[in-house]
């Protein structure tokens, strides 16, 4: 999933860069409901997996666009889940407070398929680093810094020649972080809504 990631990041951010001129500049924010995939966990010895209750996220991105479709982004995004349940396997299933949190810096790419129209689906890609943080109530916090990817679908409408909405599906994953020695994964399905301020 990641080579193919960052092969469509390299193939839109040259669609991009080959459009017509950049138009114009854009700000915008983003809203999520976050459904974190199980995670699998590994220590060394015992192996289990995290359930995990559904979530929000909050992003904010600087982009710029062409007039031709393309779309280029910095993006830094916030996401926290907290946990249902940890099951270790051949021990047993236990309710343990707290919540796992990602902050995001991605760099994302972007083709818009009717660029001039007032409502446009669009395909996205992004690649960048995610800080995971894993807080345990009364046990204390671990963290990782991983690498990061996702993969956007979503239709633009646009309410203004300076203001668009957007509602967006979005898969986000991370290399497999280490918390105090213990392996685990991360990946989750955003369900986003989007308002988008140009230039």
Known sequence: MKKITVFFFVMLVAAA????????????????????????????????EISFDDGFGLLVAYGIESDGGGRIEVELGYRSSDFDEWKI?????FDVPGEIESISLMGNAYVD????????????????????EEKVTGL????????????????????????TLDLQYRF?????????????????????LSLRRYF
């Open 172 to 192: 986000f994953g991370t290399s497999e972080p280490t918390f105090e020695d213990v392996e685990a994964e991360y990946s989750n399905h955003n369900f986003m």
């Open 17 to 48: 860069l080959s459009a017509p001129a950049f138009a114009a500049s854009y700000l915008s924010g983003s809203y999520s409901f976050v459904k974190t995939a199980d995670a699998d966990i590994y220590d060394g010895i015992d192996s289990g």
């Open 113 to 132: 398929f009717v660029p001039q129209g007032r409502f446009s689906p669009y395909l996205g890609v992004g690649i960048g680093l995610a800080r995971l």
């Open 89 to 93: 396997d051949g021990v047993g299933t």
């Open 140 to 163: 204390g916090d671990a963290h990782d810094l991983v690498g990061a990817y996702q993969l956007s679908l979503g239709g633009r409408y646009r309410a203004s020649d300076i203001v």
